[in-house]
C-alpha cells in the first residue's frame, strides 16, 4: 500500500513569488491536513479537506490557500512568498472520521531567499 | 483552545534504559491521541494511537498510556537502542480533521 506522497521535495524561491505544493495521499483516505513545521513555532496546522471541501481552517493568513481534487489529491498554494515562509511543509491524510489515525508524507522544504 | 506540551525538551540516556515522555493537553474532550517520531528532516511515523475509550495501547517495546481526566499521556519506551534517537511528537485530536501537537522531545540514546 503506497504512502503520502508530497512533490516536490524540496524548493527554492525568491520573495514575492508565489509556490504550489501537492500531496497525493493512501488510498481511500478522503481527508488531507496541511501543517508547517519550523524550528521556532512547531508543526502549525494550516487547513484541512474533506470530500473537496475545506472543513477545518488554522490562524494563517489568505495567502495561504489550497483545495482538494475529487480523487482526493490536495494542493497547497502560498502567494506572495516572505522569507518568514521558510518551512517544511508535511501534509497528513486519514479517512477522515472521528477515530481514524494520521499519516504524514516526509514534507517539501521550501526555503524563501 | 487545545494546547500541548511534552516534557522534557531533551532527553539523553544511555543504551538499554527505559524511559518515559510525557505529553499533556488542557482540553480533555477528545477523540484521540496518537504518538509519532520524527527524523531529522522527515516526516512524522505513527507510533501509536489510543482512542479516547482506552487507556493504553502497546506495540513491541513502547506502551501509551491515557488519562483524559488529567489530560495527560505518556510514552514508555523500554530497553532503548541507539535507533531509537528522533524526536517524539503527541497529537491530540478534538475534532474531525484537526490535531494540535505538542513541540517534541528529542532522545538521543547513547551506544
Known amino acids: 500500500k503506497a504512502g503520502v506522497t508530497q512533490t516536490p521535495r524540496y524548493l527554492i524561491k525568491t520573495r514575492g513569488q508565489q509556490v504550489t505544493l501537492s500531496c497525493s495521499p493512501i488510498s481511500g483516505h478522503r481527508s488531507v491536513s496541511w501543517y508547517q513545521q519550523t524550528p521556532g513555532q512547531g508543526l502549525q496546522f494550516l487547513f484541512e479537506?474533506?470530500?473537496?471541501?475545506?472543513?477545518n481552517k488554522g490562524n494563517f493568513p489568505g495567502r495561504f490557500s489550497g483545495r482538494q481534487f475529487s480523487n482526493s489529491r490536495s494542493e497547497m498554494n502560498v502567494s506572495t512568498l516572505e522569507l518568514g515562509d521558510s518551512a517544511l511543509y508535511l501534509c497528513?491524510?486519514?479517512?477522515?472520521?472521528?477515530?481514524?489515525?494520521?499519516?504524514f508524507g516526509n514534507g517539501t522544504r521550501l526555503t524563501v531567499t | 483552545k487545545q494546547e500541548v506540551t511534552q516534557i522534557p525538551a531533551a532527553l539523553s540516556v544511555p543504551e538499554g534504559e527505559n524511559l518515559v515522555l510525557n505529553c499533556s493537553f488542557t482540553d480533555s474532550a477528545i477523540y484521540n491521541l496518537q504518538w509519532f517520531r520524527q527524523d531529522p528532516g522527515k516526516g512524522l511515523t505513527s507510533l501509536l494511537l489510543?482512542?479516547?475509550?482506552?487507556r493504553e495501547q502497546t506495540s513491541g517495546r513502547l506502551n501509551a498510556s491515557l488519562d483524559k481526566s488529567s489530560g495527560r499521556s505518556t510514552l514508555y519506551i523500554a530497553a532503548s537502542q541507539p535507533g531509537d534517537s528522533a524526536t517524539y511528537l503527541c497529537?491530540?485530536?478534538?475534532?474531525?480533521?484537526?490535531?494540535?501537537f505538542g513541540d517534541g522531545t528529542t532522545l538521543t540514546v547513547k551506544p
Open positions: 497528513a491524510t486519514s479517512r477522515g472520521i472521528d477515530n481514524s489515525p494520521l499519516h
Open positions: 497529537a491530540v485530536n478534538t475534532n474531525a480533521g484537526k490535531s494540535t
Open positions: 479537506y474533506f470530500s473537496e471541501t475545506q472543513r
Open positions: 489510543i482512542q479516547s475509550s482506552q
